[in-house]
């Protein structure tokens, strides 16, 4: 793994031995991998070494964190937002829809040529919508229409602009887009082809593939942007003169970096990690408990404790020296690490939460109702052709009757029983390869077609 110069020895112990740890859920991919019978799940995977053991949050139903995977978390983001040429490094990584045309949810090839020339310089960014949810325009990009009434009895913001909008990019390293493509994944039925030759299991490179770790594991970054348009009163123009919010002019019209997610293969089953800017006009409802969980950074904040929603949290002096010694943009300095997410449920047995409150309630998800991990363990391709247009069948949700947070089970929740459908391909907790068109004569999905959507 390439890591950045600042990290210290201590650090880089912690990265390597997270790595290490990532092992002991071999089993656990195995077992998982299979049907099982009747009334029976896999096993549930043996919890980490006391040294790696994760901080709990006070209380019983708290959210499970790691000062030591947070620092982890931070090493990754600094990855992908040092700066080349003047933009973060992930921009010049592979965006999902440039590993196929005609990937679920893509702009339609006729509409790069305008976003081309709206962007002045005849660069495109291939900015869209969540898959499968109502686009609307925002400049020369079809975007995601935000959601502006309740989700499961929670407000939406107050703020928002009547046709309000935000846009979505997801990004692969270097070493996943280059072992997608040379796999042959960029379609289902490629996948199909790539599992029956692999144990019906699709293992991208990382923990448990790679022994000495020299490149970057495959880590995907999803970045969501939103227009000041979306916003009554907007506080943010390009550049930001407050420096309050990483902004850019992206094809022509001016955005906000609004949440981050970023999920690598540092450990077998993903290490999960997002944030958020410390922004009242953009991200409201950071850390509110009653959403999706309270926010918790022992490594990057000097707080260690959780917190809620309108308090705040001062970044750690080792936070700040790692920023300023990546180059980043000063903006930086005002997003928070919501949290991380290594296992399925804590210590005491009970599902682990976690989300980010800008994206998880664009996508519709309930409150108390988002787990990364448990959404991504989902992620698999039952061999079904789907219709023209349309992911596969259960794109980006559990199976009706499964759970949301917690083991991906429907039959107990003591560890991981799917797939749910026999001989399917599993995906390994990636959702782009669920975007994928069945085979090269798939076509872009009906605008406005409504689609349930992952975390």
Not at 5 to 20: D, F, M, P, R
Not at 290 to 319: F, I, R, V
Request: hydrophobic share 35%.
């Amino acid at each position: 793994m390439k890591v950045c110069i600042w990290l210290s020895a201590a650090l880089l112990s912690i990265v390597v031995t997270a790595a290490c740890f990532g092992g002991y859920s071999r089993n656990r991919v195995e077992a998982g991998s299979r049907p099982q019978e009747p009334g029976k799940s896999a096993a549930a995977p043996r919890q980490p070494a006391d040294n790696m053991t994760a901080e709990t949050a006070p209380g019983d139903d708290g959210p499970l964190y790691g000062p030591s995977f947070a620092s982890v978390a931070w090493s990754l983001f600094l990855e992908a937002m040092t700066p080349v040429n003047g933009s973060p490094t992930f921009e010049s990584w592979t965006e999902q829809c440039q590993l196929n045309p005609n990937a679920f949810g893509c702009p339609a090839a006729r509409s790069i040529p305008a976003a081309a020339n709206a962007g002045g310089n005849g660069k495109v960014r291939l900015l869209h919508g969540t898959p499968g949810g109502e686009t609307r325009k925002s400049g020369s990009n079809n975007c995601g229409a935000m959601i502006t009434t309740p989700v499961g009895g929670y407000p939406a913001p107050s703020n928002l602009s009547r046709n309000a909008v935000f846009c979505e990019e997801v990004y692969m390293s270097p070493v996943e887009a280059s072992f997608v493509k040379r796999e042959g994944l960029t379609t289902l039925a490629g996948q199909q082809a790539y599992g029956r030759a692999n144990g019906l299991t699709i293992n991208f490179p990382g923990t448990a593939q790679n022994d000495i770790r020299i490149e970057l594991d495959s880590l995907e970054v999803k970045a969501d942007w939103a227009p000041a348009a979306s916003f009554r009163n907007p506080t943010f123009a390009c550049p930001d003169p407050t420096n309050r919010l990483y902004t850019e002019t992206i094809n022509g019209t001016c955005y906000a970096l609004v949440a981050l997610h970023i999920s690598s293969k540092v450990m077998l089953n993903w290490l999960w990690a997002t944030f958020e800017p410390d922004s009242s006009v953009t991200n409201p409802n950071r850390c509110d408990p009653k959403l999706y969980g309270a926010c918790l950074d022992s490594w990057g904040t000097t707080s260690s404790q959780p917190y809620g929603k309108g308090q705040t949290a001062q970044q750690s002096q080792d936070l700040r020296q790692a920023m300023a010694e990546a180059h980043l943009n000063p903006a930086f300095s005002n997003y928070f690490l919501t949290g991380v997410q290594t296992q399925f449920v804590d210590k005491y047995g009970k599902p682990i939460q976690m989300g980010n409150s800008f994206i998880e309630f664009n996508q519709g998800v309930p409150p108390g109702k988002s787990s990364c991990i448990t959404c991504h363990q989902y992620a698999y391709f039952d061999g079904k052709r789907p219709p023209q247009g349309l992911p596969e069948g259960h794109y980006g949700r559990p199976p009706d009757g499964w759970p949301s947070v917690g083991y991906a089970c429907n039959q107990n929740q003591n560890g991981n029983c799917t797939p749910a459908v026999t001989n399917s391909t599993l995906q390994d907790f990636s959702w782009i390869l669920g975007l994928m068109p069945f085979d090269d004569t798939g076509a872009h999905a009906p605008e406005h077609k409504s689609q349930s959507t992952p975390n």
